[in-house]
C-alpha cells in the first residue's frame, strides 16, 4: 500500500518536473492555454450575441403586438361611430317620413271635414226654403245642439288621437335617446386593457342597477296605492264626532272608593254614570252581523253575505259577499230586495220590509 503511494507521488513529483524543466512541454502547455483562453473568449461572445438577439427580439414583437392592438381598436371604434351614424340617420329619416305621413292624413281629414260640411250647408239650406220661419229656427236650433255634440265628439276623438300620437313619438323618442346614450355610453368603455375606464363602466353599471331598483319601488309604491284606492268607496270614512263616549269605573286610592272616567270628555266623576240612553239608531247597528239575502237584478239571483258595518251620515249598510266584494246598502230605499234572518237561517230568511210592516220596526230614513 505504502508502495503503490510513492508510485504516485514520484509519478506526480516526475510530471511537475517535466513540465518545469523541459522546453517541449512548457511550450506545448503554453499553446493549449492560449488556445483555452481563445475557445472561452469565442464561447463568451456568442453568449453575449445571443441575449442581444433574444432581447431585441422580444422588444419588436411587444412593439408590433402593442401596434396590432391599437390598430384593432382604431378598427373597432370607427366600424362603432359608423353604425352610429347610420343609426342616427336612419332615425331621421323614418322619423320624416312619419311626420309626412301624419301631415297628409291631417290634409285628408281637413279636406273631407270640409267637404262634409258644403254637402251639409248646401242640404241645409234646400230645407231651409221649404220651411215656415218659426219651423226653421226650432230647426237651426235643434241642428245647432246636433252640431254641438258633433263637434264635441268629435275634437274628443281628435284630441284623444292626437294624444296617443303623441305619446307614440313621446316613447319613441325616449327609446331612441336610450339607444343613443347606451352607444355613447358603450363605446367611452375601452377594452379590458383600460383599467381606469373599467372604473367608469363598473360605475355605470351600478348607477343602472340602482335607477332599476328605484324603478322597481316606485311601481311597487304605485301598485299599493291603486289597490287601496280600488278598496276605498264613498262611505268607508271615518265618522268623526258620531262615537258616544264611555265611561270606564277604576279605583281611586286616595279617597278610597270607585271613581269613572270617560276619555272623550276628559271627566272624572265620583257617583255612577247615567244609564244609556236609547239611540235612534240602535236598531240599525244591531243589524251588524246578520246574515242577509241579496237579489241583484241584472243577475237575478240571490247573493248571501254578512252587515258588517253602518254608517249614520248616510244611513247606509255595508254587505260583505264570500268572494271578498262589498257593497253599500240603503235598507229603507233598497228593502224590496234585501232579506234579513234575524235568527237562523235553518228558519228560512225574512225580509225587512215584511219585518216593518209586522212587528211595527220603524223605518229607516
Wanted: net charge positive; aromatic share 12%.
Amino acid at each position: 500500500m505504502q508502495a503503490l503511494l510513492w508510485v504516485k507521488v514520484q509519478g506526480a513529483w516526475r510530471g511537475y518536473w517535466h513540465r518545469r524543466t523541459d522546453a517541449v512541454v512548457s511550450r506545448a502547455l503554453l499553446e493549449m492555454y492560449s488556445m483555452r483562453q481563445r475557445e472561452c473568449a469565442v464561447a463568451a461572445a456568442v453568449f453575449v450575441q445571443r441575449a442581444g438577439r433574444k432581447a431585441l427580439t422580444a422588444r419588436r414583437l411587444g412593439a408590433w403586438r402593442e401596434l396590432k392592438g391599437q390598430r384593432d381598436d382604431d378598427r373597432f371604434l370607427a366600424s362603432h361611430r359608423i353604425q352610429q351614424c347610420a343609426r342616427m340617420y336612419m332615425a331621421y329619416r323614418k322619423r320624416l317620413l312619419l311626420q309626412a305621413e301624419y301631415e297628409r292624413i291631417l290634409a285628408l281629414q281637413n279636406a273631407a271635414a270640409s267637404r262634409i260640411q258644403a254637402a251639409f250647408r248646401g242640404m241645409r239650406g234646400k230645407y231651409n226654403a221649404q220651411m215656415t220661419k218659426a219651423e226653421i229656427e226650432r230647426v237651426k236650433r235643434r241642428q245647432q245642439k246636433r252640431a254641438n255634440d258633433i263637434q264635441r265628439a268629435y275634437r274628443g276623438f281628435q284630441g284623444r288621437e292626437q294624444y296617443e300620437m303623441a305619446k307614440l313619438r313621446r316613447a319613441r323618442d325616449d327609446t331612441c335617446a336610450a339607444r343613443i346614450q347606451a352607444l355613447f355610453r358603450g363605446s367611452r368603455v375601452l377594452p379590458w386593457q383600460g383599467l381606469k375606464m373599467n372604473k367608469v363602466a363598473a360605475f355605470v353599471y351600478r348607477r343602472e342597477e340602482l335607477e332599476m331598483v328605484e324603478r322597481a319601488v316606485g311601481a311597487d309604491e304605485k301598485n299599493q296605492r291603486r289597490i287601496i284606492l280600488a278598496n276605498r268607496d264613498s262611505a268607508s270614512g271615518t265618522e268623526s264626532g258620531e262615537e258616544e263616549p264611555e265611561w270606564v269605573e277604576f279605583w281611586d286610592d286616595a279617597l278610597l272608593q270607585s271613581a269613572w272616567y270617560n276619555s272623550g270628555t276628559n271627566e272624572t266623576r265620583y257617583e255612577p254614570p247615567p244609564e244609556k240612553t236609547w239611540s235612534k239608531w240602535d236598531f240599525e247597528e244591531s243589524l251588524e252581523g246578520c246574515d242577509v239575502r241579496v237579489m241583484w237584478p241584472a243577475v237575478g239571483e240571490w247573493f248571501r253575505g254578512t252587515v258588517v258595518r253602518f254608517n249614520k251620515r248616510k244611513q247606509r249598510h255595508r254587505v260583505d259577499y264570500p268572494d271578498g266584494d262589498h257593497e253599500w246598502l240603503d235598507f229603507a230605499t233598497e228593502g224590496d230586495r234585501i232579506q234579513v234572518c234575524l235568527v237562523m237561517w235553518a228558519f228560512g230568511a225574512i225580509s225587512f220590509s215584511f219585518l216593518t210592516h209586522t212587528f211595527g220596526i220603524r223605518q229607516v230614513v
